[in-house]
């Protein structure tokens, strides 16, 4: 039995509900990077994820990062409100042998020109000025009390993902993340062979 991790295709459907890439209801409107985690051979219960490391474009670490617990995209509202509790029912989920669950990656912020002026603006909707350029999407439980680096600015990154089910058994992937304010730039990849050999080679260096 095997996880294997990889994109998700850009329109997709979890029960009734339909995703696209770019949230055009919302102002800002923003582009969403998004995993598809599947199961080969058996089934694999208690499923999580983390996004373990983040490099620059250079190949540097990026300074002040710690993994995040990720975000599953049927994962229920937060319960619990205590800050000595938040960490420690991390949603966990059960995938089916040929089965798919999908994880978010990363959002960033565009340009209110992208957005669908004909659909209404939510009521939750956060002005712009409230917007990071780049989120990285962690799981709803991950502790709101600590000082955590999750928002990035404009850029080229990779992030090493890991995801790892009750049995130990796991999975790991590094993906290239292209996130610029235009929606036809913002690209998202498995790495190549020299990208991670390039990462691997600049390891030892102080993280910047």
């Not at 509900?17 to 209801?25: A, G, L, P, V």
């Not at 994880?103 to 603006?121: D, W, Y």
């Not at 991950?142 to 890991?162: A, D, I, Q, R, W």
Request: glycine share 4%; with cysteine.
């Amino acid at each position: 039995m095997a996880l294997k991790i990889s994109c998700s295709a850009k329109y997709f459907r979890v029960g009734n509900r339909s995703f696209d890439k770019i949230t055009q209801e919302y102002d800002p409107p923003c582009y969403w990077m998004r995993l598809k985690i599947a199961a080969k051979g058996a089934t694999h219960h208690h499923c999580i994820g983390h996004v373990t490391r983040v490099w620059r474009e250079s190949g540097r670490l990026l300074k002040g990062f710690d993994p995040l617990v990720m975000f599953w995209i049927n994962e229920p509202p937060v319960m619990q409100h205590r800050a000595e509790t938040l960490t420690q029912e991390h949603y966990k989920i059960d995938i089916s042998p040929g089965a798919a669950e999908l994880a978010g990656l990363v959002h960033v912020k565009l340009p209110s020109s992208e957005r669908n002026p004909n659909l209404p603006i939510p009521p939750d909707n956060k002005p712009a000025s409230e917007c990071p350029e780049v989120e990285i999407d962690r799981s709803r439980n991950e502790n709101k009390f600590t000082s955590k680096l999750y928002t990035l600015p404009y850029g080229t990154y990779f992030m090493e993902v890991v995801i790892t089910d009750g049995a130990g058994e796991s999975a790991k992937k590094i993906f290239k993340i292209v996130a610029f304010p235009d929606s036809k730039k913002c690209k998202i990849r498995t790495s190549r062979f020299y990208e991670r050999a390039k990462l691997s080679l600049k390891a030892f260096l102080p993280a910047v």
